[in-house]
């Protein structure tokens, strides 16, 4: 069983940053790939960005919405990933979500969520 702990929502001006972590409870970015959703009320959670596993590649992918403002990454030694979010407008207002999927060479893979972390852009 994987844990995932999401932190550093909170309130922001539009235009202004956050940062969002998730810290993994084991060791598991070289077979999982992890990614940021976010839900708000009344709609489907909808997939922000994902990082793949480093066994297959490290390669990134965005939702059409935040691409070039919100940057996925992660740190293996603290097994932690973070969601950069610059420029943040109004609509980016949400729950946002850690996502664990893995391993790569199971099928079905496991899919481990966190509990969700608060963003909410408003003047």
């Known amino acids: 069983q994987v844990q995932l702990v999401e932190s550093g929502g909170g309130l922001v001006q539009p235009g202004g940053s956050l940062r969002l972590s998730c810290v993994a409870s084991?060791?598991?970015?070289?077979?999982?790939?992890m990614a940021w959703y976010r839900q708000t009320p009344g709609k489907e959670r909808e997939f922000v960005a994902r990082?793949?596993?480093?066994?297959?590649?490290?390669?990134?992918m965005y939702v059409d919405s935040v691409k070039g403002r919100f940057t996925i990454s992660r740190d293996a030694s603290k097994n932690t990933i973070y969601l950069q979010m610059n420029s943040l407008k109004p609509e980016d207002t949400a729950v946002y979500y850690c996502?664990?999927?893995?391993?790569?060479?199971?099928?079905?893979?496991?899919?481990?969520w966190g509990q969700g972390t608060q963003v909410t852009v408003s003047s």
């Open positions: 990082i793949f596993a480093a066994a297959a590649g490290s390669s990134t």
């Open positions: 996502n664990g999927r893995g391993p790569y060479y199971i099928n079905p893979p496991y899919d481990y």
């Open positions: 084991q060791s598991i970015f070289s077979s999982y790939t």
